[in-house]
């Protein structure tokens, strides 16, 4: 089945700093999602991203489907931010996710 | 549009006894999909609901098993509670296999 590899695994900032995630995949898929997972357990999505670029407020995404791999940016942390990001991609008709980076944000 | 909701929010069982957990997709969403998030580890595929049909589950024992109502529904059942069966529960729903929305998910604690 396909890999799907999230890194880092952890990350602590200091708030106002910026982060890029990665998500790297073993199989060529339609579609990946960006998670976020609050404290209370809610999964948050945060962008369908296929391929290309794509922005909201202070995060943006981009994929790039040809090498695999998929980033997302948080700019200008905030304590908000803090949580476990998740990237996921549909193969053989389920959601298969990464492990997740766990994201701390300190003020 | 009303999201994916889920009920209870928190379940408090005794080993050995049945759960039963409920979600509600997206008005016109007729797939249902069900994940299990054990304490510290990754989302795990549980079943999938498509149509009223069973058509994929994951590596779970039989004592996980659900179904899907006409009105797409879904209810997920856990037979025979055991201790490592805690976990968030979480039902997604989605049209034509594409993006994925999540409900907010039922804790269900086994003691």
């Known amino acids: 089945g396909i890999q799907v590899e999230q890194s880092p695994p952890d990350l602590i900032l200091q708030e106002g700093a910026n982060s890029t995630l990665r998500c790297n995949f073993s199989d060529s898929v339609n579609n990946l999602q960006w998670f976020h997972q609050n404290p209370w357990g809610q999964l948050i999505n945060l962008f369908y991203i296929p391929s290309g670029t794509k922005q909201n407020g202070r995060l943006s995404a981009t994929t790039v489907a040809t090498e695999r791999y998929s980033l997302l940016y948080i700019s200008s942390s905030q304590t908000t931010d803090s949580g476990v990001y998740f990237c996921a991609v549909p193969y053989g008709n389920k959601l298969v996710f990464g492990a997740g980076t766990i994201l701390r944000v300190k003020s | 549009e009303a999201g994916v909701t889920q009920s209870p929010t928190h379940l408090i069982k005794t080993r050995g006894q049945q759960a039963t957990l409920r979600c509600s997709p997206i008005?016109?969403?007729?797939?249902v999909y069900w994940y299990q998030q054990a304490l510290g580890l990754g989302l795990q595929f549980l079943l999938w609901y498509d149509e009223g049909e069973e058509r994929n589950r994951g590596n779970f024992p039989p004592r996980f098993s659900g179904r899907q109502f006409p009105n797409y529904s879904s209810e997920l059942n856990v037979n025979a509670l055991e201790l490592e069966d805690s976990a968030l529960y979480l039902c997604?729903?989605?049209?034509?296999?594409?993006?994925?929305?999540f409900g907010s998910g039922t804790r269900l604690t086994v003691v």
């Open positions: 008005s016109g969403h007729t797939s």
């Open positions: 997604a729903s989605s049209l034509n296999y594409d993006g994925y929305t």
